[in-house]
């Protein structure tokens, strides 16, 4: 899944983060905004 993002977020590992998120039905505690557009939960606002 995390292979199939666009290059919003251009480090591996966040897309990893976010696609685990996705995955697992998790929110993501962060302040970085750029999450949202991968399509993870931001729980920190």
Do not use: H, N
Not at 18 to 42: K, S
């Amino acid at each position: 899944m995390a292979g199939a993002f666009s290059l919003v977020r251009k480090d591996p590992f966040d897309r990893v983060l976010a696609a685990q998120a996705i995955v697992e039905g998790f929110g993501l505690v962060t302040d970085d905004r750029a999450m949202e557009a991968l399509g993870a939960e931001r729980v920190w606002v």
